[in-house]
């Protein structure tokens, strides 16, 4: 169906709501989500496609075929459930809830619901018939002996693992692949014939052709023959396979985006804002490519006027292009160590989009006034035409405001004063920030430093200065305006939201924190000012960096949604991505939504609605997962290249989490995890105390606890699982495995 001019269309049974939207995305409009539910609803019963047809007088090919694939969608994303009949019924939210399946290596599994509710347990029965990231509708069974929600799965909504990379094995006469992806427990066996070339131990591709079912396995066969063994670059190819990362332009994009030239266009430059005097600068670091933000500050009689002026990527991927469907199904940059998968392509990411400097620019700008006490108190959006005056780096920006640099203070005269604005401004809304109770976790970052044939030289912290922290607090100060602009107006828009603690968490934080002697302020309900407090009383403490690993596990994960459910780590009861359009769908969207408003167009005739920002925001918060998992990948597999020659070399570090099955440790300096497996401590039982994070020693005493520091050698580094295992130093290890009858307490 094709994007056509608006007009208003009257369904003959009833008015839809939305039937304006609707005409303006489509040429044959057919009645929204919203209406059709009413209309289920209404009729009391499960309902055949035809009849919902006849209801709504749909009689052409396109409506026919339009209204089939938007059933199938509602069933798709757990609001229609299509019964044994072949008709269509309401899901009970009570009993059934549609979510994500989170997989794990031991065959067990989780759903993880769309309302944001705790997840569900699905044992290793309930996951045979399931792939990790397919979306299920599941029933809440009961409480397993963990005391955890128990699901059995009703359907299966939608398949999203199409081909896995692992190794081909031949045993038996039969030929299977054990997949790369530790997410997927099952293997995946290989049809007669399908192998094609593919020899023993080759690390292969393989596209499924049958989905595995409650008595079968996946099926499927080989398409690419990666090779013998990891050629230095192959990590990446294999994660952009193995999480079925999109990494080619489609034709039609090319073909689209043929005509762009490197310059903009005189015409795209009228009836904007001509900011080209004024002297914007972009702050990033040393390797980036795409500049998405540029800054300038200037005192004000009181207080100070902030620019923030943002690349207007919304004025070249118009909706419903190539750029537009392919940006969507990426939602983001892929960010690899030394290599990037753009979400849009570089002509426009890295040149037109790019706030490049000394060349005009298209932006779309976020103008605050700030009060002497570090309060917004007013803001406006508007399109503008910018030149970036000076592309500085984070480093350089320290060097002069912080370190006194003369000689780069001398390179950079003409925007230094504007940039001690910028330093004044920052100091003072710091302090605001603090005060509201905003966190701050210092977490630490890593760099891998490749020299000559992609051999890792060392991995170095990435050390955040200033600079970092004032770029990052106008940011989020934008990123806020956008969310208030947005909310005034009424606007169907997608916010990223971040929820406290859960009761569960928040009671095992408490626990854990009493142990060490700690509290969290706030009783049942806390707020981020008593996680601040916390955090400030922790400064110094050799165990900080493990604390607040723990009180950011407490947290739930951010993700985007049109619920107003506030952000609860930024302290702020609104918050929207504006500041990257460059390499996140989500602040596009935003974008749209704000020049809608500015061009004085009524709310109803937007073209997304708020069921389709809640699809979206679950397509872009499970593609940001998928980039992160991704990534985590090639990093663990760089770094278990990086320690292979380290082998039976002993490292002091710090126990940075604790399981049943043992304890992982961070190497000091090195940044690097291994695991401390039980079967290789003392000769002792180890009970596993969750909520403390330890285990205890049942006739020694002995404690491995969360933070503890131990000295540990390297015992085994497996490139193909991407793990580390460590034993510790200076201790017996038990070599005999044979099972052993124990007495245990009661």
């Not at 994007?3 to 709501?17: A, G, Q, R």
């Not at 020659?645 to 940075?656: H, R």
């Amino acid at each position: 169906m094709t994007l056509k001019s608006k007009k208003d269309v009257d369904f003959n049974s009833t008015k839809d709501p939305y039937a304006q939207r609707e005409a303006e995305k489509y040429e044959n409009p057919i009645p929204s989500r919203e209406l059709i539910l009413q209309f289920i609803e209404h009729a009391g019963k499960p309902l055949h496609r035809e009849e919902i047809a006849e209801a709504f007088a749909l009689e052409s090919e396109d409506q026919l075929e339009a209204l089939r694939r938007r059933l199938r969608a509602m069933e798709r994303d757990g609001q229609l459930l299509f019964n044994r009949g072949n008709k269509y019924c309401l899901v009970n939210n009570e009993d059934l809830m549609a979510g994500r399946i989170i997989g794990h290596a031991d065959g067990f599994g989780f759903l993880k619901p769309d309302d944001g509710s705790d997840d569900l347990f699905l044992s290793p029965r309930e996951m045979n018939p399931l792939l990790h990231n397919d979306r299920a509708l599941v029933r809440v069974a009961g409480v397993d002996k963990k005391g955890r929600r128990e699901g059995a799965v009703v359907e299966i909504l939608q398949r999203n693992t199409h081909q896995v990379v692992g190794r081909l094995y031949k045993e038996d006469g039969f030929t299977y692949v054990v997949p790369d992806n530790k997410n997927i427990a099952q293997t995946i066996l290989v049809q007669k014939g399908g192998a094609g070339k593919a020899k023993q131990g080759q690390i292969v591709v393989a596209e499924i052709v049958e989905q595995p079912t409650k008595l079968h396995q996946p099926i499927g066969k080989i398409i690419e023959v990666m090779g013998e063994h990891m050629a230095p670059g192959m990590e990446i190819e294999m994660a952009i396979r193995s999480h079925e990362l999109p990494h080619q332009w489609p034709d039609e994009l090319l073909k689209e985006i043929k005509p762009l030239k490197k310059e903009v266009p005189e015409s795209a430059k009228e009836d904007r804002v001509d900011l080209r005097a004024i002297p914007l600068v972009t702050i990033d670091g040393e390797d980036a490519r795409d500049f998405d933000d540029a800054v300038y500050c200037q005192k004000t009689p009181k207080g100070w006027k902030l620019l923030v002026a943002i690349a207007d990527v919304s004025h070249y991927v118009q909706i419903n292009s190539a750029l537009d469907k392919e940006a969507q199904k990426r939602s983001t940059s892929v960010y690899f160590p030394e290599q990037v998968i753009p979400m849009l392509p570089e002509i426009l990411s890295n040149g037109l989009c790019s706030l490049n400097p000394q060349v005009d620019r298209l932006c779309m700008v976020c103008e605050l006034y700030i009060d002497e006490a570090g309060q917004v108190t007013r803001s406006r959006f508007f399109d503008a035409v910018m030149s970036s005056h000076a592309r500085l780096t984070y480093n350089e920006v320290a060097k002069m405001l912080v370190d006194g640099d003369e000689v780069l203070a001398e390179k950079y005269k003409a925007v230094l004063p504007h940039l001690q604005e910028l330093y004044a401004l920052y100091k003072v809304m710091r302090v605001s920030r603090e005060q509201r109770g905003a966190m701050d976790f210092d977490t630490q970052e890593t760099r891998i430093v490749f020299g000559a044939d992609r051999k890792i030289e060392k991995i170095v912290p990435v050390v955040r200065n200033d600079a970092h922290k004032l770029i990052e607090e106008f940011m989020i100060t934008a990123n806020m305006a956008a969310a208030r602009f947005l909310n005034s107006k009424k606007m169907p828009k997608l916010l990223r939201i971040h929820e406290g603690p859960g009761a569960d968490k928040l009671l095992n934080l408490k626990t854990f924190l009493g142990e060490l002697g700690l509290s969290l302020g706030g009783g049942e309900k806390p707020t981020p000012l008593d996680y601040m407090h916390l955090m400030e009383s922790i400064k110094g403490r050799p165990d900080a960096h493990l604390i607040q690993t723990v009180l950011l596990r407490s947290m739930s994960q951010a993700v985007y949604s049109p619920e107003l459910k506030g952000h609860f780590g930024l302290a702020l009861d609104a918050y929207a991505h504006f500041t990257s359009p460059i390499r996140r769908y989500p602040d596009l969207l935003v974008h749209r939504a704000i020049r809608h408003c500015l061009q004085g167009k009524p709310v109803e005739s937007f073209f997304y609605g708020v069921p389709d920002m809640v699809l979206l925001g679950e397509q872009c918060s499970a593609n940001e997962r998928r980039a992160d998992e991704a990534t985590r990948d090639v990093v663990s597999w760089l770094k278990c290249e990086y320690m292979m020659d380290k082998v039976g070399e002993e490292f002091p570090g710090i126990i940075s989490a604790v399981t049943s099955f043992g304890f992982f440790v961070e190497l000091a300096d090195i940044y690097v995890e291994g695991l401390v497996h039980i079967s290789n401590l003392a000769q002792d039982y180890f009970h596993f105390d969750a909520t403390s994070h330890q285990l205890r020693g049942e006739r020694t005493g002995i404690n491995y606890r969360l933070g503890d520091s131990v000295k540990v050698i390297v015992a085994r580094v497996d490139l193909d699982e991407k793990k580390m295992d460590f034993e510790l130093a200076g201790r017996q290890v038990v070599m005999d495995t044979k099972p052993k009858k124990r007495r245990r307490k009661k």
